[in-house]
């Protein structure tokens, strides 16, 4: 019987890693460190509101059902790799705050085993089912194409062990097409030839270990798709260039069988000047003008959404309507700071506009509520890791309970429907059907009296809104 192209492929990905799987146990290879990661640190358990102690949740209780739904499920928490087991506490100002007791300078194989194996310690303590990834934060570059792929089938086969222990899951993966000098006009938006093509391979082999994860999404995030100044830049050209680019994907995940959504994450500007999926809005359009719109969706970042000036549940309602809501990335800025400071999100009332558009959306699922979110660079104590977590899931977890108080009262949902509710006529009807041309309107007015227009009524809907907190 022949086998599909997708299903040789997936295979020859397995037997790869299997290799080097069975190639290490031969070698009795071990990456140096011995007993656990996080000592002293207790899996993190939900203590209910009135406890004081820090390593615990106050209001996330994974198994709590909340509008017919358990939190977990509602949420699907997820630790981003690169923050948490990559960063470094360095700024443009400052050398690196962070040393944890793991890492020893090295960007080897060897400690990106280790650093795996404290990945697969940290989310089983923390209680979390899913993990993200860039292929380059998992796995050492290479001097070549042929050996970074070595280094990232390495490590790839250690995660896929790790995984078949603790039952963990790959929310989604990337590739990191914006640190290596050869990115810095782009990827799939580069003026060079030989750079589309690298970008191209780079995501191919990304695509691929997500895939043999079992990854649930893949994500594009184009930091560097997009200009420094149109005055040298062909911007037409570009976007052609990244719709075609992304097409190519689409074919080759139909080819591999990955059957995972592939995600692209808005972002406004940083490090680009203009950025080309500048909002949640603009990469709708790009998506439907390259006839994308059946093959993406959206991956929403908070922080992301002030950068280009709007706020988070902006971005998250436009996603929603537009059917492309998949993914967030539950994180915030500073509203003193302008740029992209990847804080863990702790605005209870934010959380809760999030929260109503989720519930909305029936859930988010196959995406989940990824922490991009780093520590402050003052912040250098391990317990630190867990703290920021725990308080982000708590946050999360409020905003859900506010959110499902405000439609259980459904006060502000009605408050809404009066607003509107003289469309709600025939009429009205025959608008929003698009039957009532300019002509029946006029027709209409003449018939009536001068229009009454009633109160907004905002103070009202902050003050229910509020009331839930």
């Not at 209910?48 to 820090?54: L, Q, T, V």
């Not at 082999?205 to 999404?217: F, I, P, S």
């Not at 994180?331 to 209870?348: E, K």
Request: with cysteine.
């Amino acid at each position: 019987m022949k086998m599909k192209t997708g299903k040789i492929l997936l295979l020859l990905v397995c037997l790869k890693a299997f290799c080097y799987a069975v190639q290490a146990s031969k070698r009795g290879d071990s990456d140096g460190w011995e007993g656990e990661f996080f000592t002293g640190i207790p899996k993190i358990k939900y203590e209910g509101r009135s406890s004081k102690n820090p390593l615990a949740f106050k209001w996330y209780n994974a198994e709590e059902e909340v509008l017919g739904k358990k939190m977990k499920d509602w949420f699907r928490f997820s630790v981003a790799f690169w923050h948490t087991f990559r960063g470094t506490g360095g700024d443009p100002f400052g050398a690196p705050t962070k040393n944890w007791p793991w890492e020893d300078g090295t960007n080897s194989l060897k400690m990106a085993k280790r650093r795996m194996r404290a990945n697969f310690e940290f989310i089983d303590k923390l209680g979390v089912d899913f993990w993200c990834f860039h292929d380059r934060d998992i796995a050492p570059d290479g001097q070549t194409l042929e050996e970074a792929n070595e280094n990232l089938d390495e490590v790839v086969a250690l995660a896929k062990d790790l995984q078949s222990k603790s039952n963990k899951k790959v929310l989604w993966g990337t590739a990191q097409l914006f640190m290596h000098s050869r990115y810095m006009h782009g990827g799939a938006t580069s003026s060079e030839l030989q750079v589309y093509a690298y970008a191209a391979a780079q995501v191919k082999k990304a695509m691929e270990v997500t895939h043999y994860l079992g990854g649930e999404n893949y994500v594009f995030w184009g930091g560097r798709e997009g200009y420094q100044s149109l005055l040298n830049t062909d911007m037409e050209r570009e976007l052609n260039h990244l719709g075609t680019f992304l097409h190519a994907a689409v074919r080759h995940k139909k080819k591999i069988g990955f059957n995972g959504t592939l995600l692209i994450e808005p972002k406004p500007q940083e490090p680009t000047k203009h950025q080309y999926d500048w909002d949640a809005a603009t990469t709708a359009n790009f998506l439907r003008k390259y006839g994308l719109t059946e093959e993406f969706k959206l991956n929403i970042e908070c922080n992301h959404a002030t950068l280009s000036g709007h706020s988070c549940h902006h971005e998250i309602e436009t996603a929603r309507i537009n059917g492309m809501l998949g993914n967030i990335d539950a994180n915030t800025g500073d509203p003193q700071v302008g740029w992209d400071t990847d804080q863990f999100l702790i605005d209870i009332p934010e959380a809760t506009m999030i929260m109503l558009s989720v519930i909305k959306n029936g859930g988010i699922a196959p995406g989940g509520f990824n922490f991009d979110a780093k520590l402050r660079r003052e912040s250098t104590d391990v317990e630190d890791l867990f703290i920021a977590h725990i308080v982000g899931m708590d946050t999360m977890a409020r905003g859900l309970k506010n959110a499902a108080k405000l439609i259980e009262d459904g006060s502000l949902a009605e408050l809404v429907r009066k607003r509107y509710q003289s469309f709600d006529t025939k009429l009205g009807a025959q608008i929003e059907n698009g039957e009532a041309d300019f002509e029946l309107l006029e027709k209409k007015v003449k018939e009536m009296d001068e229009p009454k227009v009633a109160s907004a009524k905002q103070e009202l809907a902050e003050l229910i809104f509020q009331s839930a907190m």
